[in-house]
């Protein structure tokens, strides 16, 4: 079976190598971890787009308005979920929160560099722009 391979596998191939592999290997191992595409012009397409991502969320620059308190203090907090929102809106970049890696949420006004990991191999980063909202 002729598989795509989505990251690289120890023994096997590189991300984006095509590769021919037993039946029971691709459907048992590869394609179950998402470690691999069965081979066809759509998941060349799936693959190459993968790999443009990071490419395309290195020029990202998000800017969050939030409420502040009296000694310029968040409420709440600025939280994965948050950015995702922000993504969709402002960029048409779909994502799920588990792919924005905080330490914690951002609870103070300030620019930060949020790292966005798209698979396994796949990181980039965002520059978050926290400020105080004018209305």
Avoid: C
């Avoid at 795509?4 to 096997?12: H, K, M, P, Q, S």
């Avoid at 939030?66 to 979920?81: A, F, K, N």
């Amino acid at each position: 079976m002729k598989v795509i391979l989505r990251t690289g596998v120890a023994n096997l191939g590189e991300a984006g190598e095509l590769k021919e592999v037993a039946g029971g290997f691709a459907r048992n191992f590869l394609l179950p971890r998402k470690l691999a595409y069965p081979a066809s012009k759509a998941s060349e397409k799936q693959v190459a787009e993968e790999y443009h991502a990071p490419s395309k969320l290195k020029d990202v620059s998000l800017t969050l308005q939030v409420t502040v308190g009296s000694e310029e203090q968040l409420y709440g907090s600025v939280s994965e979920r948050d950015i995702v929102t922000a993504l969709a809106a402002e960029y048409q970049i779909e994502l799920e929160a588990k792919a924005i890696k905080l330490a914690e949420p951002i609870k103070q006004l300030g620019v930060y560099k949020v790292p966005v990991r798209l698979s396994p191999e796949v990181e980039s980063t965002i520059t978050v722009w926290v400020v105080k909202n004018s209305g």
